[in-house]
């Protein structure tokens, strides 16, 4: 068991710098505009995203496992609400939801 850690760790000390020089230079595809919500500079920011041919400013949260949005939002876009399929969402401020 010790001989195949420390051939795991070897192998991944040996091969992780010579995947990471293979990796071509990153390429800048796009920018958008990003707001502060209520114009105060310092507050979380957000992003415009089209929805059934009206445009709404989102929360783009990266670290999030699902994406989620209110149920008046969902209703002013003329969205199906889902049932979150046993798990428990929750939202930016810790309230739960199952829809």
Same mark, same amino acid.
């Given at each position: 068991?010790?001989?195949?850690?420390?051939?795991?760790?070897?192998?991944?000390?040996?091969?992780?710098?010579?995947?990471?020089?293979?990796?071509?230079?990153?390429?800048?595809?796009?920018?958008?505009?990003?707001?502060?919500?209520?114009?105060?500079?310092?507050?979380?920011?957000?992003?415009?995203?089209?929805?059934? /041919?009206?445009? %709404?400013?989102?929360? =783009? !949260?990266? $670290? &999030?496992?699902?994406?989620?949005?209110?149920?008046?939002?969902? /209703?002013?876009? %003329?969205?199906?609400? =889902? !049932?979150? $399929? &046993?798990?428990?969402?929750?939202?930016?401020?810790?309230?739960?939801?199952?829809?």
């Amino acid at each position: 068991m010790k001989l195949q850690a420390i051939f795991a760790i070897a192998l991944v000390n040996w091969a992780g710098p010579a995947l990471a020089a293979e990796c071509a230079p990153l390429k800048l595809l796009s920018t958008l505009k990003m707001q502060p919500i209520d114009g105060k500079p310092h507050e979380v920011r957000t992003v415009p995203v089209d929805v059934n /041919d009206q445009t %709404k400013q989102f929360l =783009l !949260d990266t $670290g &999030g496992a699902l994406s989620q949005i209110s149920r008046r939002t969902a /209703d002013e876009l %003329k969205m199906d609400i =889902l !049932d979150s $399929g &046993g798990f428990q969402l929750f939202d930016a401020n810790g309230n739960s939801r199952a829809k």
